[in-house]
Structure formats: structure tokens, C-alpha cells
């Protein structure tokens, strides 16, 4: 019987290796759902890179097993195998492909992080309009024994240049709504400086331009919605940004990445998205009450261990309400 | 075949050396090359014995949700200290250290290092940082992680805190004088008849390590100098309300801490690039190309830092350029393992121990380094940065990469360094155990990094509990597959078959002397009439002999 050719056995192991990649590649389901402009742009991009990794994994783990198998010593044999030291157009073919591909995800992921707003932060007309009244004030009461408000305070002196930005879609136009957010141990307080409203939930409307601001009174904490796919650390000292449009109504976790102290797991709060309408209902019914309690579930949960007293939380929540330097 | 042919001459005796290390002699300041790496192996394996505990408390408390069997700051000092003693104590240590020390000499035909009290120092240097470091958790245990960012650094635990930089300081040193060491034995002390061709590429390895580790290190030791003022002094280098800045930190500890990640992972290619031709029987593939990818991977590892700060305080061109430069250390990574996977081609490869964990390493390590591709793009970073993602990555690259090179070495050397043979059951036994555990721990972890869950929780959101049930059991089955191992260890270093000087075959210097190798390593110090790698080769070798006599 005639032999198969080797290179139909290759032709084939492509094809399939290439089939299951793209499967692979499309159906992973291990991202969670979509909801803000920036995540289909980041998955669409991670699954590229999983598309083409499943490929890289299938070929190289394929050949480790098959060379295993194929070439392992049987009993009783002896001697060495093929003597063969390299083989110059096969190594320059391994070298090239790997850094086509890096540099083609390289360019790729610069132009999705353009997309994403990555490369604007700070790029409005009315970045400044939020910042304290005051900022010579601020900054010279700034050195205080602790660094908690200080911090937030500098923070907020200047116009973020760290974070996301606009995404071109919207460049050089101010946001739709602005929310001042600040990172403590171990909440988010957000502050509509529109409205005066102060809470420890995040209400935005959909489809519409937000930009937070982000600060931090004490240590590093890391503002993360998965489901926006967006991610920024509040840095102490260091005013930042982040930009995006909510795309679907809904309830979506905000998740502090950054290790923030024991508690650090349990700094959870919850994203709101609105319609517009049930947006200014929230809106019209919370402006006024500036007392609202600070994130109730972790409030119940852990007062007792934390230590956060009535007291704590309004003092915080005045402070967040009115950022000017007297009120310190 | 062996590479060296020793001359004929009669041997000469040393009536002055002992024949063999006591086992006291392990205890004491010995300036041995072979003893401090022995001294430099067991103690970190000891090390890797308490870190795994401490990983092990974490796994059983992220069974559940909730925070039931740690208390929160105890879990954040576990795992500061895991992560701490498995790099400084352990992986590095052991691999370059521990088998740098071994085998750098006797591959390349020296009788020591090049400064055997430098060494000996460099050694002891160890235990009391790994003393400091579990002495911290008297004063409650640094609880910032082993990255101990500023402010939180400077806010809890203070006095542990301070022990853990001591500690650091002490193994960050420790790092650079070992450096130094290997640059100038490598540089200086080879055999004459050694050409750089011809030098094993564990050596090449050992070279981009501590080139490095010499680079980077420094730098680590004063971000941490700066952190140590900032805390017990009074200054400000990384206060914000008094003019400093957080950021400054991140700078200063990744410029030494990536670089780290191939401190790590160098010394484990050379094993690799040592244990798969013994065993396949085969020339390694692209010898040239594996030693020069090393020196690469130096170069361009020194500049990818930032992206470990992709969602932190930076500007967004470094963003972008530290992007493409980290995609680009993808390319000499793979040069590697594909050379060794072309290696293995037309071999005949023995499936022992030290050979299954060698190929478990190329697995896990192709797979860790394609989620490390994933990683190095910002956009995709800023969505799975400080998550389960990286722990799974990073594990994929650490345990299935540097702790299953430390195993093959171990399996591959143990004859060498003991004049007895492990045993092979119980080796394979211990591979199945440790693949399994592996992927059980870890594999799931990429999945729950991408779903939402943060990493350094005590306590987190209930939906993920089903998924960390699982890493956890594999936590278990990973820590259980150690038993196989320790059990070989001690039984057969006094009870093992004899080994002899040579049982795998290999043609690199070690194998030229008795097993274990006699203090001072050589009576006659070999001389090289062939490469390391030449297995199957003879034919060629007479032809190629006679080319060089032309030449001479």
C-alpha cells in the first residue's frame, strides 16, 4: 500500500489546528459580559492573542508529545540519536514568525489603546472646571500629620494627565457627567460635583460620556469594573482619570485591584448604569441628602472589625461632599 | 563518549584533602564550591518547605468566601511571605546559588569558584535573612506583599516591615556578590582548552544571570534603603503630602523585580539546555542560538518593567513602549523552546525522572508564556492587572517553569552531587503528583482572574467559590506530591543504588570526575578534546579533529 505523504499529514494538522484555534479563540466564554464601549475592544483583541496562542500551544505542545512517543528509548536499545546541531533556515523561521507576530499585536494593541482613550487622558476643554476653589490654599495646608486628606486634596489641584481619556469619538469635548472618586480604606466614596450628591454606589446614566476622577486618601487602591474591562489605580498625590461610556443598564461590581490593607478583599461596591431617565429620578431624589449611608453591605459586614464609627463615616462623607480646604 | 579524556599520566594524590565531606562540614563556614551549593540547595528547599506551608493556609481560607480561618492581616502577612521566601529564599537560591555554585566549577574545569570566601559568604548571608523574615511575625508580619508598595508599606506593621527590607537587603546582597563571583570564575577560570563554543550552556546561562542580577539588583536595594527611611527616619522620598511620590517606588523595585522573573527562569533554561540532550541522546539543537538568546533575554528583560504599572501613575507612551519591548523577550524565550523541542526530534529519549519534569517544563512554560503575551499589551493588562489572571501566569512560569527546572536538575544531578541514584518510581510518582497539582491549582486561575476576581483577598465574591474549591484541592495534591520526593531524598542519598561517575551518559566536565566529585574536583584537570553536546557524533569527530590539527 502506498505510503501517505508527510505533507498531507502536516496540510491536515493545520487545518485542524487552525479550526480549533479560531473555536477555541471565539467561544471561550471567560470573559464576562460587555458593558462598557472599551470591552469589545479588548476582547476582540484578547481573542486574537487566544486565538493565536491556542494555535502556538497546539503546535508546540503537539510536537513535544509526538516526539515523545515517537522517539522515546525502547528497552534494550542503546546509542544516541540523529546527531543534529541546528538547521539555520529552520531557527530563522522560528525567530522571524514569533517576532512578526509581537510586533503585529504590538502595533495592534497601540492602536486599540488609542481607541480605548488610553493615549488622552486629560484631553478635555474643561478639565480644571472640578478643582478646588482655592489651590494655593490647598497645597499650602497640605503637610498634615496624615496623609490621608492631603493627598486627595493635591490630587485634585491639578488636571489629571494619568488614566484614560477621551476616546476619539469624543476628543476635546468635556464629559457628559463628571463623578469625583475617592479610594479609602476600604470604600469608594463617589461625589457628583454637579449635584452635591455623595455615595458610596456609582450611578451613571448609559451611553453617556463619564469621566471619574480618581483620588486616594490613604493608600493605593485600584478602581476595577470588569465588566468595563477598565482599570486605574488611585494613587495618593497623583490626579487620575478614567473616561468610558457605559453601553448596557445594569448592576456591575467595583472591585478595589490594588492591595490595600487587610480588608483589601472586602473593598466592594456595585456600578449602577441607569437610563438617562432613571438616572435624573436617582438624580432628583438623592440630591439634598448628603448623608447617605457609606456602601450599607460592607457597613453591616465588617463595622464591628474595622473599627468604622458613625462618626468616621460622616466625617468622610463631609469631606468628600465639600473637598474645600476650611471644612479640614 | 565522555568530552574530556584525562591523561594518562598516574594521578597525582592529594594526601592533604580529605576524601569526603562529613556531615558536619555542611554546617560550617566551608569555602567549597560543592558544600556551599549543597548548603545553598537544602536551605532553600527548607525555605520552599515553609513557604509552601503558608500557601497552603491561604489556599484552605479561599476554599470559601468568607474569611474564616485566617484573620485577614495574618492572610496578608502569609502571603507577603510566601511570595517573598519562594523568590528570595527559594527559586533563586536553589538555582543559582545552589546549582550555579555546583556545577559552574565543574563544567568548566576549575577547582573553585573565584573567590571561595566571597562564596561561603555570600551563603550565609541567607539564613538570618530567612531568620528576619519569619521573626517578623512576632511584630505581626509585613502584610504589604512581596511588592510592599508605598503609602501601605509605610502604615502597617511597621517593625516587620522594616525586617522584611533587612531581610531583602541582606539576600539582595547575598545576589551580588555571588555575581561577581560567577562573572570572574566564568570569565577567568575555564580550562584553557575550554573555547566559548565549547562552554555548557548552563554556564552561558549563569553568565546573563549574574550580569543581571549585578545590573538590576542595586537598585532594588536602594528603592528599599529609601523605604526604610521613609519609615523609621522621618523622610519623605515616598510621602506625598510632604513632596514625595508612590510612583518612584514602583520604578525603582520593577527595574530590579521583572529582571527577577529571568533571574529566576536563566539558570532553569541552562538546566533545561543540560538535562534534554543527556537524554534524548542528542546534540543540543542550536547551541549558538540558545546561548545568545540568553544574553538577549538579559538585555531586553532590563527594559519591560513597566508593565507592571500599566494601570498605575504612567504617562501613556510608556504604556505603549514598554509594551512592544516586553513582546519582544517573547522571541529569544521561544527561540529556546523550540530549540529544545527540535532536540528531542530523532532522539532517543530516556523517560526518567529528570526527563519528564525537563518536557512538564516545556508545557507549562509554553503556556504560561503565552498568557505572559497577553499581559505585556496594555489594553488587555489594564483588564486582568493585579487579578487570579497573573497569579495563574506567574505561577504557570514559576512552579511549572523554575520549580519543575530545580526538580530536573535535582533528579539529574543528584548522582553527582551524592554518588547515588534516586529512585526512579518513586521520581515518576512525584512528577504525576506535581503535573496534576499543578494544573489543578493553577490552570482555573486564569479563568477566575478574567471573570472579575481581584488577587491578595482574603474574602471574596461568593460566585467565584466553586472555582477556588478546586485550586484548592490541587493546593492539596500539590502539596502532598512533596511526600514522594523528600522520602527519595533521604532514603536513597544513604541507601540509593551507586551511581557511578558518569550513569546518564553525559559529556559535560562534571562527568569526568568521581561521584560525588573529590574536594579540589580533579586530581589532573581534564582537558577538553570535545563539545558538550556531541552525542552521536563520532564519525564526525575524527574528520573534525583532523581539520583542527591543519589549522594548528
Known amino acids: 500500500m502506498e505510503q501517505i505523504p508527510a505533507s498531507i499529514w502536516t496540510l491536515t494538522a493545520g487545518v485542524v489546528v487552525t479550526l480549533i484555534s479560531f473555536w477555541v479563540g471565539h467561544h471561550h466564554g471567560l470573559l464576562p459580559e460587555q458593558a462598557s464601549e472599551q470591552a469589545p475592544l479588548v476582547d476582540n483583541f ?90 494655593m490654599a490647598v497645597v499650602a495646608q497640605a503637610p498634615s500629620k496624615t496623609t490621608s486628606d492631603a493627598t486627595a486634596l493635591l490630587a485634585a489641584a491639578q488636571p489629571p494627565e494619568i488614566g484614560i481619556g477621551a476616546s476619539p469619538d469624543v476628543q476635546g469635548k468635556a464629559p457628559d457627567l463628571v463623578v469625583d472618586v475617592a479610594g479609602m480604606q476600604y470604600a469608594w466614596i463617589f461625589t457628583y460635583p454637579d449635584s452635591g450628591i455623595v455615595s458610596g454606589e456609582l450611578h451613571i446614566p448609559v451611553g453617556k460620556d463619564v469621566q471619574l476622577n480618581l483620588s486616594a486618601r490613604d493608600v493605593i487602591h485600584s478602581f476595577w469594573v470588569p465588566q468595563f ?18 453601553t448596557k443598564v445594569g448592576t456591575y461590581p467595583v472591585v478595589c485591584a490594588e492591595l490595600c490593607g487587610g480588608y483589601h478583599g472586602a473593598m466592594r461596591t456595585q456600578v449602577i448604569v441607569h437610563t438617562p431617565e432613571d438616572f435624573e429620578t436617582w438624580r432628583r431624589q438623592n440630591q439634598g441628602i448628603a448623608t447617605a449611608p457609606v456602601i450599607p453591605s460592607l457597613r453591616d459586614r465588617h463595622i464591628h472589625e474595622m473599627g468604622v464609627t458613625a462618626e468616621l463615616v460622616a466625617q468622610v462623607e463631609a469631606i468628600a461632599h465639600d473637598p474645600s480646604p476650611e471644612k479640614l | ?189 575555564k580550562v584553557p582548552s575550554m573555547r566559548w563554543n565549547q562552554l555548557p550552556l548552563f554556564c552561558w546561562a549563569m553568565l546573563a544571570t549574574s550580569l543581571l542580577a549585578l545590573v538590576s539588583t542595586p537598585v532594588l536595594a536602594a528603592g528599599l534603603i529609601l523605604l526604610l527611611f521613609d519609615i523609621n527616619f522621618g523622610t519623605s522620598f515616598y510621602k506625598p503630602d510632604a513632596g514625595g511620590n508612590v510612583v518612584i517606588y514602583q520604578h525603582l523595585f520593577w527595574f530590579y523585580s521583572h529582571p527577577a522573573v529571568y533571574l529566576m527562569i536563566l539558570p532553569i533554561f541552562g538546566i533545561m539546555s543540560e538535562v534534554i540532550p543527556v537524554h534524548a541522546r542528542k546534540p543540543i539543537f542550536g547551541y549558538q542560538a540558545i546561548a545568545y538568546s540568553s544574553l538577549a533575554i538579559c538585555c531586553v ?185 523528600l522520602i527519595n531524598i533521604i532514603w536513597s542519598w544513604n541507601k540509593g543504588k551507586i551511581a557511578g561517575d558518569n550513569p546518564w551518559g553525559g559529556l559535560t566536565l562534571e562527568w569526568t570526575t568521581s561521584s560525588p566529585p573529590l574536594i579540589e574536583n580533579w586530581e589532573v584537570l581534564p582537558v577538553v578534546t570535545k563539545g558538550p553536546y556531541d552525542y552521536g557524533i563520532e564519525r564526525r569527530q575524527e574528520s573534525t579533529d583532523e581539520d583542527h590539527d591543519e589549522e594548528e
Not at chain 1, 474591562?229 to 468610558?244: H, S, Y
Not at chain 2, 522594616?162 to 539582595?172: E, N, P, T, Y
Request: glycine share 10%; aromatic share 14%; proline share 6%.
Open chain 1, 229 to 246: 474591562r477598565l482599570k486605574q489605580d488611585a494613587i495618593p498625590g497623583v490626579p487620575t482619570e478614567l473616561r468610558f461610556k457605559a
Open chain 1, 46 to 135: 484578547f481573542d486574537i492573542m487566544l486565538t493565536i496562542g491556542t494555535a502556538l500551544f497546539l503546535v508546540v505542545q503537539g510536537a513535544i508529545i509526538l516526539f515523545v512517543i515517537r522517539y522515546r528509548r525502547r528497552a534494550g536499545e542503546e546509542g544516541d540519536g540523529l546527531p543534529v546541531e541546528g538547521n539555520l533556515p529552520l531557527e530563522a523561521f522560528w525567530t522571524a514568525i514569533p517576532a512578526l507576530i509581537v510586533i503585529f499585536l504590538g502595533i495592534y494593541s497601540v492602536d486599540i489603546f488609542q481607541r480605548m482613550g488610553g493615549l488622552n487622558p486629560g484631553d478635555h476643554a474643561m478639565h480644571s472646571m472640578h478643582a478646588p476653589k482655592s489651590g
Open chain 2, 301 to 485: 528583560g532590563l527594559f519591560v518593567w513597566v508593565h507592571h504599572m500599566f494601570t498605575s501613575g504612567t504617562p501613556p507612551w510608556m504604556r505603549m513602549f514598554f509594551t512592544i519591548s516586553t513582546l519582544i523577550v517573547a522571541v529569544p524565550t521561544g527561540v529556546k523552546i523550540f530549540s529544545w523541542v527540535a532536540t528531542l526530534w530523532g532522539g532517543k529519549i530516556r523517560l526518567n525522572s529528570a526527563m519528564l519534569f525537563a518536557i512538564g517544563l516545556m508545557s507549562m512554560f509554553v503556556l504560561g508564556g503565552l498568557s505572559g503575551v497577553t499581559l505585556g499589551t496594555a489594553p488587555v493588562d489594564i483588564h486582568v492587572h493585579d487579578t487570579y489572571y497573573v497569579v495563574a501566569h506567574f505561577h504557570y512560569v514559576l512552579f511549572g517553569g523554575s520549580v519543575f527546572g530545580l526538580y530536573a536538575g535535582i533528579y539529574h544531578w543528584f548522582p553527582k552531587m551524592t554518588g547515588r541514584l534516586l529512585d526512579e518510581r518513586l521520581g515518576i510518582l512525584h512528577f504525576v503528583l506535581t503535573l496534576i497539582g499543578t494544573n489543578l491549582t493553577f490552570l482555573p486561575m486564569h479563568e477566575l482572574g478574567l471573570k472579575g476576581m481581584p488577587r491578595r483577598v482574603a474574602m471574596y465574591d461568593p460566585q467565584f467559590e466553586p472555582v477556588n474549591l478546586i485550586c484548592t484541592i490541587g493546593a492539596f495534591v500539590l502539596a502532598f506530591s512533596i511526600i514522594p520526593f
Open chain 2, 1 to 189: 563518549m565522555a568530552q574530556a579524556q584525562l591523561p594518562l599520566d598516574t594521578p597525582l594524590s592529594l594526601p592533604e584533602h580529605p576524601k569526603a565531606w562529613k556531615w558536619y562540614d555542611y554546617f560550617t563556614f566551608n569555602v567549597d564550591h560543592k558544600v556551599i551549593g549543597i548548603q545553598y540547595l537544602v536551605t532553600a528547599f527548607i525555605f520552599y518547605l515553609i513557604g509552601g506551608l503558608m500557601a497552603v493556609a491561604m489556599r484552605t481560607e479561599l476554599a470559601t468566601a468568607d474569611s474564616d480561618f485566617l484573620d485577614p492581616n495574618l492572610y496578608n502577612a502569609f502571603l507577603t511571605n510566601h511570595g517573598t521566601i519562594m523568590i528570595f529564599l527559594w527559586v533563586v537560591p536553589a538555582a543559582i546559588g545552589g546549582f550555579g555554585n555546583y556545577l559552574v566549577p565543574l563544567m568548566i574545569g576549575a577547582r573553585d569558584m573565584a573567590f571561595p570566601r566571597l562564596n561561603a559568604l555570600a551563603f550565609w548571608l541567607n539564613p538570618p535573612a530567612g531568620a528576619l523574615l519569619l521573626a517578623s511575625f512576632l511584630f505581626g508580619g509585613a502584610q504589604a506583599g512581596w511588592t510592599s508598595y508605598p503609602p501601605l508599606s509605610t502604615m502597617t506593621a511597621t517593625t516587620a516591615q522594616s525586617m522584611w527590607i533587612l531581610a531583602i537587603i541582606l539576600v539582595g546582597t547575598s545576589s551580588i556578590l555571588g555575581s561577581v563571583n560567577f562573572i570572574v570564575t566564568i570569565w577567568k577560570m
